[in-house]
């Protein structure tokens, strides 16, 4: 079965220090990887997306599919980026469909 | 710049009421979903479209359903709201994997 585990809740860091949002997934076939971003009373919006290999707002992702991880990155964290954040993979049989994590709450503390 | 919105943004109900949700993208975008948004269940996808009258149940399509009359215009509804259908509801559009999502609806079932 297709699955997606952010395993934490919260990420608690100071404005400065370096952040990582795990990400693993389970699934069958070469998925597309997507992070989505949520700020307070603000709508989910995509933050960045695999094949584009971009930076968004600092954050980096890197596809590892030897561990099947696509941890979001951030070297050093801003009060800004405080937000709950979303990873899912798309694939499967159809691979507009995506399977949400549960989600990181990231609290950048000043 | 893409408008993805939704009828409400807060809405309460009673148990045994049929309930519309509707959702209204200006891009002319293919495919539209319909997720629900849970605290620590992250966002599950109810059902989606990829064209007009077409559908596909998403994870958790039971005690919903939607229609897609016009492209612009994707509705969920819930044809006997229970109180476990308290929830969050957000809507996307997208010609890929979902990308731009409405403010949400926030809906009560008393």
């Known amino acids: 079965a297709q699955r997606v585990t952010q395993p934490e809740k919260l990420l608690s860091v100071f404005k400065g220090a370096p952040v990582e949002l795990k990400c693993n997934y389970s699934?069958?076939?070469?998925?597309?990887l997507f992070w989505y971003v949520q700020y307070s009373r603000q709508r989910l919006q995509l933050l960045l997306r695999h094949i584009s290999r971009e930076s968004i707002k600092g954050f980096t992702a890197d596809l590892n599919k030897g561990e099947t991880s696509f941890h979001l990155k951030k070297p050093f964290a801003q009060e800004e980026d405080s937000a709950m954040y979303y990873c899912?993979?798309?694939?499967?049989?159809?691979?507009?469909?995506?399977?949400f994590g549960t989600g990181t709450r990231l609290q950048v503390f000043p | 710049d893409v408008k993805v919105t939704q009828s409400s943004r807060y809405l309460v109900k009673r148990t045994g009421e049929k309930v519309f949700l509707e959702c209204v993208q200006d891009?002319?975008?293919?495919?539209m979903f319909w997720y629900r948004q849970d605290p620590g269940l992250g966002l599950r996808l109810i059902y989606f479209?990829?064209?007009?009258?077409?559908?596909e149940k998403g994870d958790i399509p039971e005690g919903y359903s939607v229609s897609r009359e016009k492209k612009e215009r994707f509705s969920l509804i819930l044809e006997s709201a229970s109180t476990n259908q308290t929830s969050m509801y957000l809507c996307?559009?997208?010609?890929?994997?979902?990308?731009?999502f409405g403010p949400g609806t926030r809906l009560t079932v008393l």
């Open positions: 899912a993979p798309s694939g499967g049989n159809n691979t507009d469909k995506l399977i």
């Open positions: 891009m002319d975008h293919e495919n």
């Open positions: 699934y069958s076939g070469s998925p597309e």
């Open positions: 479209s990829y064209d007009v009258k077409m559908k």
């Open positions: 996307a559009s997208s010609e890929g994997p979902a990308e731009f």
